[in-house]
């Protein structure tokens, strides 16, 4: 007996909804673009809530912004580490959707990974003043730490947490909520921070310790604020979150996408330290063209890593069913990323080579470094249209839950740059070392783009 005829009419309307058929090329390039802008935006106003610390510690004392710098070398390491691990989240709870029945269990899951790295990387944060003794720091260096060295380390373990949160809003595609979380930590550094250490009117001034408590003070409000958008502003309203009992299969499981993420950041950061230490080693005029192109291309850089962030939730949904049509949209996403983010960042370092003369008259009056800079701006434009570059399909892999060649596409490439860096800076001085870090940027770009589209493959 043949099925009745409304089945015959259900079943394609049901596999249609089941298998949406994927939007155009420009609809889903404007999609990934309305979540990039606002994740862009805080960003900036992260920066410039960093900038603004270390200009206020600056004013209070040379010794104080030695303490400062000291402490951030070893703190900002570690939330880079917080946050890679944290990322390996993301493709899970992109697929888990607005399903609050298996999206609940991943947030509780990934708070575990937040609260293990954070308690670790504050345990070494309590060390930095017995280190900096040991090594031979100054001795007003160390008498300038004060408990802030161990203020800092509650804000790592309150800034973990935040994270979390942070990082799940952006995985579920709430961009906005990520902003106001950006902008609320960004208000309080600008206030409170000169408000305790200068101690303006007749508000006592208290140094370092005052910048430790209003850091702190700044991580846990933005803790609360991240914790009530991501419980109040997604399905998740109503339902009960916490730190509860692990399923560790689960966090094994977000553990093997995000440990290689973080230890990834961590060779990062932990080889362009060395670079800057490279570039010291060659003159004072090198080390400070070296840091202002080192700002630059951290804010020319962030288009690539807000567009990257936004773009993972598409890819992971696409990516969900492991079948070639997915894998095929998985590419058509990163294309997209790809076509956002790309002319952004080489259009930003165009304007900044067009407004060179004033631009650089905000960093220094120092006539050698501004010459530096000029003459490298040509290397800066490769390494990060490079960088944004090798960024996108890295995200990818992220979105694929293969991270691990990204952790040894970096090992090679950087590794690499990290046994070059001082022989280079010592036979060529700075040109030379931003010629290498060019060419270990364009590495990664062959090797992440290599490992994405090797994962990728067309499987019949």
Not at 56 to 68: E, K, M, P, Q, R
Not at 179 to 206: D, F, Q
Request: hydrophobic residues 55%; charged residues 10%; aromatic residues 6%.
């Amino acid at each position: 007996m043949p099925p009745p005829a409304e089945d015959h009419e259900s079943t394609p309307a049901r596999s249609s909804q089941e298998h949406p058929s994927p939007p155009p090329f420009p609809v889903l390039t404007g999609n990934i673009a309305a979540k990039a802008f606002p994740l862009y935006l805080s960003m900036i106003a992260g920066v410039l809530g960093t900038l603004v610390t270390a200009a206020v510690l600056g004013h209070a004392g040379t010794a104080s912004l030695a303490a400062y710098a000291m402490t951030i070398a070893v703190f900002n390491p570690a939330v880079m580490v917080v946050q890679g691990a944290l990322r390996g989240s993301m493709p899970f709870v992109a697929q888990s959707g607005e399903d609050p029945g298996r999206l609940a269990p991943t947030l509780r899951d990934a708070m575990w990974p937040a609260l293990c790295s954070g308690a670790l990387g504050a345990l070494v944060m309590t060390t930095v003043p017995t280190v900096s003794a040991l090594i031979g720091v100054p001795e007003a260096t160390v008498a300038a730490f004060g408990l802030f060295p161990h203020l800092m380390a509650l804000t790592l373990v309150a800034t973990s947490f935040q994270t979390s949160a942070t990082t799940l809003l952006i995985a579920l595609g709430r961009s906005r909520e990520a902003l106001g979380i950006g902008l609320v930590h960004t208000a309080l550094s600008v206030t409170l921070i000169p408000l305790v250490v200068l101690g303006p009117g007749p508000v006592p001034a208290l140094g370092m310790s005052g910048a430790g408590v209003a850091m702190l003070t700044n991580a846990c409000v933005t803790l609360v604020v991240a914790h009530l958008l991501l419980r109040r502003r997604t399905v998740l309203a109503g339902h009960r979150v916490g730190l509860g009992r692990p399923q560790w299969s689960s966090v094994w499981r977000m553990a093997r996408v995000g440990l290689p993420m973080g230890s990834t950041l961590l060779i990062k950061f932990g080889v362009l330290s060395l670079v800057a230490m490279a570039a010291a080693t060659v003159g004072v005029a090198d080390a400070a063209a070296h840091h202002i192109l080192v700002t630059l291309a951290t804010f020319v850089f962030l288009p690539a890593t807000a567009v990257g962030q936004a773009a993972v939730p598409f890819m992971a949904r696409a990516a969900a069913t492991e079948t070639a049509p997915a894998y095929r949209e998985v590419r058509r996403s990163l294309l997209a990323g790809i076509v956002l983010a790309l002319p952004v960042v080489a259009a930003s370092v165009l304007v900044i080579s067009l407004v060179t003369g004033p631009l650089l008259g905000v960093f220094t009056p120092d006539a050698e470094v501004r010459a530096l800079v000029v003459a490298l701006l040509p290397v800066l434009f490769v390494v990060v249209v490079a960088d944004g570059a090798q960024a996108l399909p890295g995200m990818g892999l992220l979105a694929l839950k293969r991270t691990a060649p990204t952790l040894r596409t970096f090992a090679l490439c950087f590794g690499c740059l990290a046994l070059a860096a001082f022989p280079v800076a010592a036979a060529g001085g700075l040109t030379w070392l931003w010629f290498a870090y060019a060419v270990a940027s364009v590495g990664l770009v062959l090797g992440q783009g290599a490992s994405f589209l090797g994962v990728t493959a067309v499987r019949h």
